[in-house]
């Protein structure tokens, strides 16, 4: 049963304009989000993460958004660029025990010249 | 700094034969360490993790085992390879009152 789910497997944006990655989830209990960014052969890299008690955090061009009510999170990239282009993974976990993280089946992003 | 290490980066084996992945990391004491396998167009899928030394635990039963010998080492193993067990095999550490997990390079396994 997949408790993360991204439902859209590619995305393609023009550089400079914004990405929106979209990301739901199943499980009430969860309190803690992620947001990884992977290349093909390489382990994905932390970007950016958000607690249950925030609906949005910053980090430079990246900014997560968390929708509690809807059991939505989104990643949003702005001005987007072409090395942006990757596979974007969000996970979720339960602050207890061993943090074990659940992830969603990834979003392609490409970002065009 | 907290480093992670895996290898070999890739690996190519019989059906049939044994495995042994290695994965140590520095800069960090006691570690939650795990492993999680991307199977070809899926999602990480989570295997086994570990609190503490000698302290494993199961995801998802299959012929894979795991062990943590040392503080900062996890082994990932098998007696013998499916072809199911090709993937990329990742490592990942997070402490315990670190709720982000890190991941290593990764081990691409194939298996034949």
């Known amino acids: 049963d997949q408790q993360v789910k991204q439902n859209s497997p590619s995305l393609s944006v023009q550089e400079g304009r914004i990405s929106i990655l979209n990301c739901d989830y199943t499980n009430s209990m969860f309190d803690y989000f992620l947001w990884y960014k992977k290349y093909p052969a390489e382990g994905p890299t932390f970007l950016i993460s958000i607690s249950s008690i925030k609906d949005k955090n910053e980090d430079g061009r990246f900014t997560v958004f968390l929708n509690k009510s809807a059991k939505h999170l989104s990643l949003h990239i702005v001005p987007s660029q072409p090395g942006d282009s990757a596979v974007y993974f969000c996970a979720a976990s339960v602050q207890t025990g061993a943090n074990n993280l659940f992830f969603g089946t990834g979003t392609r992003l490409t970002v065009i010249p | 700094s907290q480093t992670i290490h895996q290898w070999p980066a890739t690996l190519v084996q019989p059906v049939g034969s044994p495995l042994s992945l290695e994965c140590t990391v520095e800069g960090t004491s006691n570690p939650n360490l795990y492993w999680y396998r991307q199977a070809a167009g899926r999602g990480l899928q989570l295997l086994f993790y570990s609190v503490g030394i000698g302290q494993i635990s199961s995801e998802v039963p299959q012929n894979l085992s795991a062990s943590r010998p040392q503080d900062r080492q996890f082994i990932l193993s098998s007696k013998k390879l499916l072809l199911s067990d090709s993937g990329f095999y990742l490592c990942?550490?997070?402490?315990?009152?670190?709720?982000?997990?890190?991941f290593g390079p990764g081990t691409r396994l194939t298996v034949l």
């Open positions: 990942a550490w997070g402490g315990g009152v670190v709720d982000t997990q890190y």
